[in-house]
Every structure is written in C-alpha cells, then in structure tokens.
C-alpha cells in the first residue's frame, strides 16, 4: 500500500465509518506503474449514506478526498452503498471499465 492510498484509506475509515471498504489503486490499468497512485476503485458501505442519492454520496466522498483529488489522484470510481443496498446486492459490484489509453485508442462506433 502506497502512501496516497493510506492516506486516502484513513480518511474514508475516521469520516464515513465504513463497514466495508474496498479501495484498489488500478494505475496499473491505465498503462501506468501501481506505485504512481493515480487511478483508484472505491467500494464502501456507510450507515452515512441513508437517505442520501447517488450524488450527494459522491459528493461526500469528493469533500473527505479533496486534497488528494486536487493535488495527486487523477481518477475515483465510487461504488457507495448502504448496509440495506449492500445486503440486497449480496456484496455485488462491478469492475472499473477497460482504460483507452487517454484517447490513445478510439471506440468502435
């Protein structure tokens, strides 16, 4: 575990009080070395998103990593869930998309 994402990592744990965290640096996926620390996968689940939507979890997340946002990580795939969600989804979740390259690469229109 690389410095940014124990850092990351202590931050989501104090603030969202998760009982699941998931957090996978994916650099590696997008043609750069994991130590680079620029892609991340989150997965958590927070009696702190009752009663929020989509966004306003997001946004959550966003305000706990703003440092790193602005400063180091280039991407976040958030997958945020309550307890509720996450029983109903059986622990279900998805993989973070295959990178193109940053434009490297075009779509099959």
């Not at 997001?58 to 602005?70: I, K, S």
């Not at 997958?79 to 940053?102: I, N, Y």
Request: aromatic share 4%; proline share 5%.
């Amino acid at each position: 575990m690389g410095p940014i994402e124990k850092i990351m990592r202590e931050k989501l744990g104090s603030i969202l009080m998760p009982s699941v965290l998931e957090l996978e640096c994916e650099s590696h996926m997008h043609g750069l070395p994991r130590e680079a620390e620029k892609h991340f996968r989150l997965v958590a689940v927070s009696e702190m998103f009752n009663g929020q939507a989509r966004l306003e979890r997001q946004r959550l997340v966003n305000g706990v990593l703003a440092d790193e946002l602005a400063s180091h990580v280039h991407a976040l795939t958030m997958q945020l869930f309550t307890p509720a969600e996450w029983r109903e989804r059986k622990g279900a979740t998805f993989g973070s998309p295959a990178c193109l390259g940053g434009g490297k690469h075009e779509r099959d229109e």
